[in-house]
Structures are given as structure tokens and as C-alpha cells.
């Protein structure tokens, strides 16, 4: 089974984002004979509960795990740019070892990442052009990571309980998509031409069934966020309650 994901997997990728070229359809493969004298018992598939343990996440602490590692990663951390293959001007930006090496703890504007991602040069600035510059919030929110620390830290969001009782875009999964999937699916040069900037784009994506497909790492479409961990068992069962609702904005 291991190697028939893989397999899937590496078709995805060859064939771009999203490509639905690659899926297969269950209903192509060939049925088997059923063997009247097989007991043999399947067990059915382990249960993905929410862990909620671990370490709350306060309001108030920016956390590399959950919030600069992502954001990272899709704008900085691509191929060509500053993955562990590519790695432009020997910068690398998908792991904390590496991005630790460009900052200065407390000091963000001593900090060499922190800088670049605020240079209005456009020659000089990260992430270059065609790419678009960071947002605001997206460079405060690197300001006081740096702030406090530069820690290694994460925090998890369904510690206790993970409420899916009232998730919207605009409270929930426009800040989800902003830092996971905009780094290559932005409104400059977006991958595979899938444009996730707005509401109207997000919802256009999940009605077709590529964005909840490709998050959930169903085989036959690309697994995303690309180059990253998979979301977590809590922020997918928010994204699913949020459709499952009808996508209130």
C-alpha cells in the first residue's frame, strides 16, 4: 500500500499542481474473486483524533511550527528559490536551523531574513519579483517572532477541544490560506494558474474539489501545502466543517 501512494504521489507531482490527469478511478481496477474459505479479519483503518495535548496556543506568542515555518515555506522555500535543492545565495528557508542563521534574536533589524522581506527595493526584496511582497501583517508577524526570541516553538491549536462550531473564511480560513498557500498560489505567476487570494477564488477551488482533495493528500492530486507537513487533524476538520456549512464568508 506504502508504495501504491508513493506511486501516486510522485505521478502528482510529474504532472503538475493540482492536474487531475493522474487520478485514478477506483472503478478501472479489477474486481477480485472472493474466496468463500478466507476468514481472515481486516481490521478497519486507525481512527485520526485530534491530539489535544500539548501546548495552547496564546494570542499573544508567535510560533515558528505553526505561523513563520509556513509562511516560509510558500513564499521563500520553493524550488528554484530557497529550498534545500536551489538554494539561492546559500539561503535556505525550510527549516529552523537554516532560517535561524539569518536572524537575530530580539533584534529583527539586525536580522538579515527580516530585512530582506522589507526591502522595497524590488531587485533586492524577498520574495522577488514575479512573486508579490509580503503583507503587512505577514511582515509584523515575522517582526515579532524575531521579537520574541526567534524560538523553535509550536503551540496546538486543538489542545482541550478544536471547536468547529463556528469557522468562517474571514475568522478562520483566509489567514490559513494566506500563510500556507499563497506562496504559490498568490495573484503573480500562481501555480498551475490557481489563484487563492480571495474568497471567491478559495470557494471557486473547493467546489471543483481540488483545494479540500489536495489538503487531505487524496492520491492522485498534488499534496499540499507543497514541501510542508501536512495540516493538522484540527485544522482540517475545520476546513471540512466550514464547507460542510456552505462556506460562509
Not at 485530534?50 to 499573544?60: A, E, M, R
Not at 510560533?63 to 530557497?82: D, K, R, T
Amino acid at each position: 500500500m506504502q508504495k501504491l501512494i508513493l506511486a501516486f504521489a510522485v505521478c502528482a507531482l510529474a504532472s503538475g499542481i493540482f492536474l487531475p490527469s493522474c487520478r485514478h478511478e477506483l472503478g478501472q481496477l479489477p474486481i477480485l474473486p472472493v474466496d468463500p474459505s478466507d476468514t481472515t479479519v481486516v481490521p478497519p483503518p486507525p481512527d485520526d483524533p485530534v491530539d489535544t495535548s500539548g501546548v495552547p496556543c496564546n494570542p499573544d506568542t508567535v510560533y515558528f511550527e505553526n505561523q513563520i515555518l509556513p509562511l516560509l515555506v510558500s513564499n521563500c522555500g520553493m524550488s528554484g528559490c530557497h529550498d534545500p535543492i536551489s538554494h539561492e545565495d546559500g539561503v535556505i528557508t525550510t527549516d529552523y536551523t537554516h532560517i535561524r542563521q539569518k536572524v537575530t534574536p530580539f533584534n529583527p533589524n539586525n536580522s538579515k531574513l527580516y530585512k530582506a522581506i522589507i526591502d522595497t527595493d524590488p531587485d533586492d526584496r524577498m520574495p522577488p519579483l514575479p512573486a508579490a511582497p509580503l503583507t503587512t501583517e505577514q511582515k509584523n508577524l515575522l517582526k515579532k517572532w524575531i521579537e520574541q526570541g526567534a524560538l523553535n516553538n509550536a503551540c496546538n491549536e486543538g489542545y482541550g477541544q478544536c471547536d468547529t462550531s463556528n469557522v468562517t473564511y474571514t475568522n478562520y480560513v483566509q489567514a490559513l490560506v494566506a500563510n500556507k498557500c499563497q506562496g504559490c498560489h498568490g495573484a503573480n505567476n500562481p501555480g498551475a494558474g490557481i489563484k487563492l487570494t480571495n474568497y471567491a477564488e478559495v470557494k471557486a477551488s473547493v467546489e471543483s474539489g481540488k483545494f479540500y482533495n489536495s489538503i487531505i493528500w487524496t492520491p492522485g492530486y498534488s499534496a499540499m501545502p507543497q514541501n510542508s507537513a501536512k495540516l493538522s487533524t484540527c485544522q482540517l476538520n475545520k476546513v471540512k466543517a466550514w464547507i460542510d456549512k456552505g462556506m460562509p464568508q
